[in-house]
């Protein structure tokens, strides 16, 4: 399995942007479809973007459609989510998975590996 470093997370206000990286040792993300997932106290995870590796097409969760972006880096290794106009409603830890199904409108973490993820705190 791939192990990931998610990083970037911290606290911000209001409309405020962040720009979180998933990044791994010892393989390359390229080859990879990436999923980014967010979980708040008390709630479920839910799903809020996704990447494929072949066609570098993406998926975004309506919640954040418009203020979010996917984006990749292969000389870097690294898969970023920016997050622009930042809400209180966005304030989670936010974990990136490595290795997911990509479908055309949805990502199936359940065969990925997980990091251990970033928090992020939107204040109003």
């Known amino acids: 399995q791939v192990q990931l470093v998610e990083s970037g997370g911290g606290l911000v206000q209001a409309g405020g942007s962040l720009r979180l990286s998933c990044a791994a040792s010892g393989r390359t993300l390229s080859t990879y479809n990436i999923g980014w997932f967010r979980q708040a106290p008390g709630k479920e995870r839910e799903f809020v973007a996704a990447i494929s590796w072949s066609t570098t097409s993406t998926i975004i969760a309506d919640s954040v459609k418009g203020r979010f972006t996917i984006y990749r880096d292969n000389a870097k290794n690294t898969v970023y989510l920016q997050m622009n106009n930042l809400k209180p409603g966005d304030t989670a830890v936010y974990y990136c998975?490595?290795?997911?199904?990509?479908?055309?409108?949805?990502?199936?973490?359940?065969?990925?590996?997980w990091g251990q993820g970033t928090q992020v705190t939107v204040s109003s």
């Open positions: 998975n490595a290795g997911g199904r990509y479908r055309n409108t949805y990502y199936e973490a359940s065969l990925g590996s």
